[in-house]
């Protein structure tokens, strides 16, 4: 096995590939080494019998959003080395959160050496499930699980993000580029983690354009694509021309919506998350932008990690615009010149921390004052 590397140093080179790659000319005969699809580095043989599985939210690996995004990660890090798909690594689905703790336990029982949980609402299984088996490891995506002295669980590794920040960025292009001044959130589950979707979306919408509305709806799930529709139809009659979803599988009622308005010549826009989601709003275009968060980037290299012998359990890792692990999709035919622009200044503004992006509720009022 290849000798374990900074996991930093890991995302930072992963994102630099990823969002900004092109490839390198020369006048040698020599191919260039295969290399890996996330990190660069020279592609592996088959491991040492590493194993690694994750059980999704009800979104599922098609819900276009999240959960696709951490299996393609997983995809690509079975590819990279060797792994076959369905026993060294594979995915159990769940339908509703009944499934979890069932999920969880069956892929401990089969011997996998790291289990992962996608998403926040499995952090009390995962918390359960953990503290029973301490001799597992396990990786929860976007929560901090703790025991109930409130310590971090030494098997369980944290992956978080710094969403708010790529909200901003979406939020900077919808307030320079609505027509009505008007313009949406939706969410799925309001908690903390979509509130930093929110405040970060709200806080970029008012620095560029401090006349703007925004209304905001929960759905109060994530994957019931009915409600999303409904939810955006009453936005966009309210006069709202861009909304921007952080709703998993609802959010893809948005697109429904937003391009059924488009068939009848309205004007109105819909921006994405967590992958380009730009082709859901195809053949109409109505895809405005998206927020990339990469789950892949961050399963893959922890996957790598813990491959090598250094699993980060009892660790929080959190990554941002600094990592390049959140930002606005690489497909930007719809967004201007001008707000292109003006995001590649607040990157650097928030990178330099003369920007402190909203999370909360109470920091997006504070953040309003300071304007």
């Known amino acids: ?42 592609a592996e043989e088959a491991t040492e019998d590493f194993t690694v599985a994750m059980v999704t939210d009800v979104g599922g690996i098609d819900d276009k959003s999240f959960n696709q995004s951490a299996w393609e990660g997983m995809i690509e890090f079975g590819q990279s080395f060797g792994l076959n798909e369905g026993t060294d690594f594979k995915y159990l689905q769940s339908s509703t959160d009944a499934d979890y703790a069932p ?32 001799e597992a490891q396990f990786a929860i995506v976007d929560m901090v699980v703790t025991d109930d002295d409130e310590q971090l669980i030494p098997n369980v590794a944290n992956v978080t993000f710094k969403e708010h920040q790529g909200s901003f960025l979406v939020g900077v292009v919808a307030g320079m580029q609505t027509e009505s001044n ?23 919408v008012k620095s560029v354009n401090p006349d703007a509305e925004i209304i905001v709806q929960y759905a109060e799930s994530f994957n019931d694509a009915s409600r999303g529709q409904q939810i955006a139809n009453g936005m966009y009659a309210q006069g709202a021309d861009i909304i921007y979803h952080a709703a998993g599988g609802t959010g893809n009622g948005l697109f429904t919506e937003a391009k059924n308005r488009k068939r009848n010549n309205e004007n109105v826009w819909a921006i994405g ?96 004052t300071n304007l």
């Open 1 to 42: 096995m290849k000798k374990s590397k900074s996991l930093l140093l890991s995302i930072i080179l992963a994102g630099g590939t990823l969002l900004g790659a092109c490839g390198t000319g020369g006048d040698t005969a020599e191919p260039a080494p295969e290399t890996d699809g996330l990190t660069g580095a020279p």
């Open 103 to 134: 999920n969880l336990n069956s892929l401990v029982r089969e011997d996998y050496d790291l289990i992962w949980g996608i998403g926040f609402l499995m952090a009390s299984d995962i918390k359960t499930v953990a503290t029973q088996r301490p």
């Open 182 to 204: 008007k313009v949406g959130f939706i969410g799925g589950v309001e908690g903390s983690l979509i509130k930093k979707f929110e405040n970060g979306f709200k806080a970029g």
């Open 273 to 368: 998350v967590d992958r380009d989601q730009h082709e859901e709003g195809l053949p109409e275009n109505v895809t405005l932008t998206s927020m990339i968060k990469r789950v892949d980037t961050a399963l893959y290299l922890v996957n790598e990690q813990t491959m090598n012998g250094d699993f980060p359990g009892g660790e929080v890792l959190e990554f941002g615009l600094e990592e390049e692990a959140v930002g606005i999709a690489p497909t930007t035919e719809n967004v201007s010149e001008e707000a292109l622009s003006t995001v590649e200044e607040y990157i650097q503004q928030i990178q330099a921390a003369d920007i402190d992006v909203p999370q909360t509720d109470e920091e997006y009022e504070e953040f309003l």
